[in-house]
Structure formats: structure tokens, C-alpha cells
């Protein structure tokens, strides 16, 4: 046994897929031949195997499930992207997917099963026994992004007067019964209710005859299955937590979480902002055409509007440009650095409200810094446009004007990229999602009328 | 004692930072009152504490660190966000800077003691004992952003023929000498090479006679100290992995990897990520409007070349757009949502890059999907824009040319969305980096070409 037996040798970098054997696959299932894929998959990681399958179409993905489902163990389904789980889920027996759930913790079985649709899930669910299905259940009867459908209901704890050698006896007798993996050991109180935590590893290192409350970390955060996944996340980022305790209503010890999942919760959360901020709704890599058209359209539609808005500003003065047709050939360029630097000034908005560094302790400042920043850059961009204006056109009236509109537009963007995210989160909405449509009809719009409207003023 | 002891009863949310104490703080330095602000800080969550100092301007930053230096210990110093840190800490002196570092693992030592200037931190070093002085170098001398610099040097290892009695006794044996918090013992062959690892909680469970080599997992990925930082949190996210070994060039365990370090590298990319799409270098929350303005005024002159160029485009029609006034009107439009349409396929490519689900396995559906998704939305917004323009216009050829136009652009918004950060890649550049400049590079530059020369050729 030694350390390099599963690193790949040739060109794949560790951790990467393998695209030699993605292709292998690819075509084992074109000739339908079952065992060579089992034997192809053989000793992979579920992780490294759920790889692979991303790497097929939506018709390749159907087909694996159909030939080979037995490769299709709990493990790799819950490493799968949902939307490649949904697509296989939906090709597999019942009892099948019931197996497959029962080899994971409760949070995995959770996120497994959540995303078939109602009547599979019922087959499911009649397919697993009693106790398990229950759990099940309860966890399922919480909202989606919560604390509840992450949680595990399998966790340790001990009450604060024990000792640590008391613990220690405990669990080593307690054996099957405690979780599959676990890093802290709760602290409960006389109503069960969390009152610290034990990392394991303090519990091996302290004496037999110390208490468990005088090593114990405080229970900082009080975490409810109705919590949202996001706060979940922040305070494991904010407090460095490997796990933390969920309590229910009555405060009592009901469930536990663990970073790993949170790791999954702020990668899908940073995605969503992302993907927000430039307009599309959902994005799976095994999107069809259609869903890609469909979560991207809406937006596009939203779009139209503004940019046929600012058009009606354009049109206001199509006499000038008419008269001047330099107008129409700069106008652009006044839109488009607005669009830019309110854009700049959005994306260091909307990240620091998702890291709660923006609060109304420091508001006024950063808004009075985004907005001298953009007029600054205002004033640096109408110098430099202004001569280059005047060269092109000879014009140094019209070099003029555009410098002016430049540092208006700057200066609007700056502010723009700042209050849409903050008004836009005080009302309660996702600051990601449609900030940016706002922000470029603000900074168009100022844009053109700007421009155009100090032109017919001076110019003509 | 009772887990509601730090919850915050008022209206702060818990884990978000309590404004009003906020103020109280800035009051506080302001009236150069040290002894209050030790009190009013007193039993606060050093992750707290750092959260109230980051709302602080950094003037206040300063005077803070001449007035109350004890408040900043080394936890409360690895809390703070770089750029606060490095404001505190050049008005620190240098012992208190060596003592803090010394209450820290080795991992956030190096983090705190690596932002210093040269000359301050070889003063900083000059106070350190020389044994931890000597590992401090060492972790110093690997490449920032790489596993050297995060790795501890505190790890537990063990021979894997141990069985886990022994270890577990070893273990209590080592007491003081164990890393402050750990999660895996590591199993070592006759090489000291890391050849599994075995959760501390699994060794909890496990029957004394059983050996380590029985209950450990494989180590899959081989993490050496200069590793990129990005490459190891993809590895943690992938495996699930709590804990991960550092090997030297030898081979040999040298230092172990958390997954809580990890969880910050993930933060930070993904915020280069979002904002380097927008076009900003670096933003941190008590930057300066100087600052703002250096980190964005580089994009913005580069999107001002570019939009240039395509004023040079529509400069080539000035002659159609004289003729016509509603070329000038229309032609933002176009523009626009060739622009929005690039952004968005922009930024699925990048996600899926970064993710390494976009692999030469699946890249040429990939980019198919993405032209065809630019084409058919473009066949969508042609019919709509086609209508609008031709009502308002009452020029149904104008129509055409606009539908036409807008079709031509949001195809080739999809490819240049996923064809540029694809190219950018393969050069070995970040995709997440200029990307956008050039996506609307090719946005403008053909809508306005696809627009203005079908006009001049079909109406003119």
C-alpha cells in the first residue's frame, strides 16, 4: 500500500477528471456493455466517479443508470450536481434509490432525496424501513436552504458534570451508535440543551478527572433547524467551526452540522451571486439548450426594456445628432464607462454585504467613498477622453461637453453601484439578483441625457 | 451557565456586528479612553472583536492600536481582514507583534507575520525565540498563496502498525505536545510517508487491538508545500476532507492542511473571481477612495480603448447615420444585448472553469450549447425588437435590419463568451481576468458593424 496508488500518472493533474477514461465510458455505454463500466469505475472515489458522469450528456447519463445502476451507489449520487442526480434518480428502481439512501448520514440521505419528484420519492420512502423513514420525513419537513435539511441527527453528547474520562469510557462502548464521522462532543445541560462543545481531539489530550465543562467551548450561536443555509455558513466561516450543535424550539440538542457541508452551502452561494450578477438564474453544466435559453431570456427581456428606455433618451435629441453626427459616434463611450464603473462599484457592494462588512455603522462612509471614487475616475477619464475627443474631432467645445458628462456619469455610477445593492437588500430582496439592470439604466440613461442634453445646450 | 450567555438580546442579529457597540468603540477612541475600550470588549468572540475594529475608518485603526494594544492579541489579529491588519499592525510594537505571534499554530503566524514590511518583520522575528523563529523562516521562504504558507507544523502521525490502543495511549502520553486542535491522525510508513489517515473519531470507536492500517483511508492526493492555494481547497471540496497531510520533495509528512484555512481560500477566490469580472484588482471595505481609484482606474482605461474602437466602428456610418437619425437611436440596443448576452455565457464559463467541471471531454458541447443558446435567444429577441422597431419607426426594413443584427450578435455573444475565457486559460491566464473587456469588445464591435453596414447596404 503506499500513498501514490490512486495518483494518476499520466497528463491528469490529481483531482481532476480523467478524460481518457470519461471517453472510455462514454463509449462502454454506447455498446451498452454493463461490466466493463463496473470494472472501469473500479476503486475510483464516489467523488472522482460522480466526475466522470458529469462529463456525459443528459441521453448518456439516462442510458449509465439503465445498464449499470449497481455503480450508482449512495456515495456517488450524493456526490453528484443535482441536476445530474435528478437525471439519473429518474431512471433508477425505487428500491434501488431506497439502498442507496440507507448507506448515507441522515443530511446526505436528505439531500438525495428532496430533489425526486413526488410520486418517486413516495416509491422511495415505501421502500425504506420504519425508523429510517421517519427521520426522513421530519428532515423533509423543513424549507429547502435551511439548517434542518443539512443537519444530521446523529451526534455525541454528554452532560457537563461528566469527566472526561467518563465520556471517553462512554463512547468507546457506545461504538456503532455514534456517528460515522464526528468532531465535537456536546456539552448538554439538565434540559438537554447544548451548552458547549468538546473537540475530540482536546478530549484525548486532557486528563481522565477533568470535567467536560472546564475545557468545553462556549456554544456561541444559536442555530435552529428553520435557519437559513447562508447565515449557517457565515457563522462557521465567521467563528472557524468544524461543527455545530441545532437545537429546536425548546433549545433542545436535536441535530448537528458539519463543515463539509457548509463548504458545499458557501460554493453554491458564492455560484448564485455569481451567476446573479450577470443575469442568469440557474446554470447546470449539463444544461439542455432550452434550459439555458430559459433561465438566461428573462433577463435579456429586462434588458431590452432599459436599453430601449435609454434610446428614448437618445431619440430626445435625434435633432442634434442629426446636426452633429460626431454625437451619435461618442455617445457610446459615455455609456459604457458608466455601465463599467458602476458595474466596479456594485461587485465590491454586493460582496461586502454577503460578508456582512457592510452594516449602518460604516455606510455613510463607503457611500461617500464610491462616490468620490467614481467622480475621480470621472475627472481622470474626462481628460483623457477630452483629448482624445478634440483630436479626433477638432472640436473643443464638443471635448468639452463629453468631459463633462464623463465625470456626471462617473460620479452617478459610483453612487448607483452602491444604493441599488443596499436599497435593494432594506426591502429585503437578494442584492445580487437585478442590481446590475438597475445600475446600467441608471448610468445610460445619465449617460445619454448627459451628453447629449449638455450638447444641445452648448453646441448648437 | 447557559448557551444564550453571548447571544445578543437586542436587535443585532447573532454573528452580525452589534452597531451600537460599534459607535460606543469609535466614541471611545476617540476620547483616547484604552481602559474603556478594554471594557467594552471584554469577553467578546475575538471573530467579534475584529468584526467592531473593521467598521472603524483607519485613522481610528491607528489610534486604536496606540491607545489599546492588549485588545489586539494574536487571535483577534488573525480575525482581521488583511488590510485592517496591516493598518493595526504598523502601529504595534514589535515585541507586542512577537508575542501575539507566539499565542498562535504556526499556520496563522506566518499568516500575520508574512503582510508585515521588511523591516518590521525582521524586528518582529529579532523578538522571537529562536525555535519558533526558525519555523517561521521556513513557512516564509514558500510562495504566498501555496499549501507551505497555510500548512501547520503541529501534526499527529503514527506508524501504521500500530494498533489503535497504542496510538490512543501515545496520544494522552504526548498531551502538550499535540497540535492545540486536530482531526486525523496521520499513518505513516517506515519512509515517515503519509499512507492513510484516520479520524480521531473513528479511533474513539475502534476496538483497541485493531491496527491503524485496518481502519484508515487512503490518502488520495498528494499536497505538496507549493501547491497552489486554489488547487488544495479544490481538493478539500472535492474528498470532503477535514484535514490533509503536506509532503516535502521527499515524500516525507512535513506539515498538515484544516479545512476552516480552507474555507477562507475559498472565500477570497471567489471574491477575485466576482470581482475581477467587474473589472476591480483588490477591494477591501476601509479602502481608501485613492486606493478605489488605483484598483479600478487600470480597467477602466482599458475599457475606454475599447470603447473607442467601436466609436471607430460607428464612425465608418456616420454617413448612413446622418441620412437615417434611428440608426443612432437603435444602435445601443444592439450593443447592449449582444453585451448582456456575452456576460452571461461569460460567466458560466467562467463558474464551470473554476469548478473544473469544463473539461476537453465536454468542451465542445459546451460551446455548441452556448452558440445555440446566444442564436435561438437571439431569434427571441429579434422578433421582439423587431415589432418595437418597426412601430416606433414605422420602417419595416429598419426592422429587419435590427432583428437581423440582433441574431448575428447574440451567436457570437455566446461563443466569444466561452471561446475567450477558454483561450485565456489555455495561455495560462486567470479567465476570471479580462475576460469581460474582451467579451464586449467583440459585443460592441459586431453589433454596431452587423447594424450600421446591413443598414447602409438595405436602406441607403
Redesign the interface.
Known sequence: ???????PTEDT?????D?SK??AL?ILIEEGDGAGIGRLLEGL?P?DIA?LI??L?SEQQEKLARIAPDVLTGDVLANL?WDTREVVAAELDPAHLAAAIQELDSDDATLLIEELDDALRQQVLAEVPEENRAALESSLSFDEETAGRLMQREFVAAP?FWTVGHT?DH??A???E??E???DVYVV?TGF????AV????L??SRRDVKL?DIME?????IEPDTDQE?VA?????????SAPV?DAS?RLSGMLT??D???V??EE??E???A????NE?G?T???FE??KS??P???V??GT??L??GV??LF?AA??QL?????????V???GG??G??S???A???IS????????AR??II??M??GT??GL??AV??GV?AGLWFQNWALAAVIAIAMVINLACAGLAGILVPMGLKRFGADPAVSSSVFV?TVT?VVG?FAFLGLAAMVLL
Chains 1, 2 share one sequence.
Open positions: 500500500m503506499s500513498e501514490t496508488a490512486d495518483i493533474p490529481q483531482g481532476e477528471v478524460v470519461a471517453v462514454a472515489h467523488a466526475d458529469e462529463q450528456n450536481q457537563d471517553i463512547m468507546r457506545a461504538g456503532d455514534l456517528p464521522l464526528f468532531f445541560n440543551e447544548p451548552v458547549g473537540p475530540v481531539s482536546r484525548m489530550r465543562a462556549e456554544v456561541r450561536i444559536r447565515d457565515y457563522y462557521f466561516e465567521k467563528y472557524h467551526l468544524i437545537v433549545g463543515v463539509d457548509m463548504v458545499e458557501i460554493q458564492n455560484k451571486d455569481l451567476l450578477l450577470a443575469g442568469v446554470a453544466l444544461d439542455t439548450v439555458s435559453v438566461r431570456a433577463w435579456l427581456l434588458n431590452l436599453a430601449v435609454a434610446s437618445i431619440a435625434d445628432i442629426t453626427v460626431a454625437l451619435a459616434v461618442l455617445m457610446p463611450i455609456a459604457s464607462m463599467n464603473a458595474t466596479q456594485l461587485a465590491v454586493v460582496r461586502a460578508s456582512r462588512d457592510l452594516t449602518s455603522a460604516n462612509r463607503v467613498r464610491e468620490l471614487t475621480f475616475n481622470i477619464f483623457v477622453m482624445v446600467t445610460d445619454f
